[in-house]
């Protein structure tokens, strides 16, 4: 099977041309658009049909950094969410808590301006969080990008969070 950089005739890597991939990927969505496909037999359409989820999959994986350091690690064999390693830093751990509880705190006291510095805060890891994941790419450090994976994704999670209190109070 190929994968989703081949399907879209990128070089496999974390750091991607995303103008590259927009292109890519609306010339191979429209060759299986629905009706091109209208006058076909049934089998024709329920390829096309597949063709499109396997390349909208492939799109928002690569387009997404969490999901596409992910499958980068998946392409090396390693499964940043197994669940039986569950080794993690303690520091970050400690912080998840805190962060947690910041959240918790934040909400029960109904304050827009904490709120807004607790979303620009958690934005701030991420964006930090990504380069971190970029540079151990670079260097082929997968312990290191499977950990910051997973911070990737509770930092995710938690601004999900955040942002959907906001959107509450609005």
Sequence with gaps: ???????????????????????????QISTFHPDKFATKSDKEKSLALQNTSLINTAF????????????????QGINAFDEKDTQMDT???????????????????????????FIQNIGDKVKQNIIQIKQYFDTDNFEKIKNLVRELKFYN??????????????
């Design 1 to 27: 099977m190929q994968n989703y950089f081949e399907l879209f005739s990128l070089e496999v890597g974390f750091d991607i041309d995303f103008e590259a991939l927009e292109n890519a990927y609306q010339t």
């Design 60 to 75: 928002d994986t690569l387009n997404s950094a969490l999901l596409r350091a992910t499958y980068l690690l998946d392409l």
């Design 91 to 117: 520091n970050f751990l400690m912080s998840q808590i805190a962060l947690r509880e910041k959240l918790e705190s934040i909400g029960l006291g109904k304050d827009e301006l904490e709120l807004d510095d």
């Design 157 to 170: 999670q938690l601004n999900l969070q955040a942002n959907q209190l906001m959107d509450e109070w609005l």
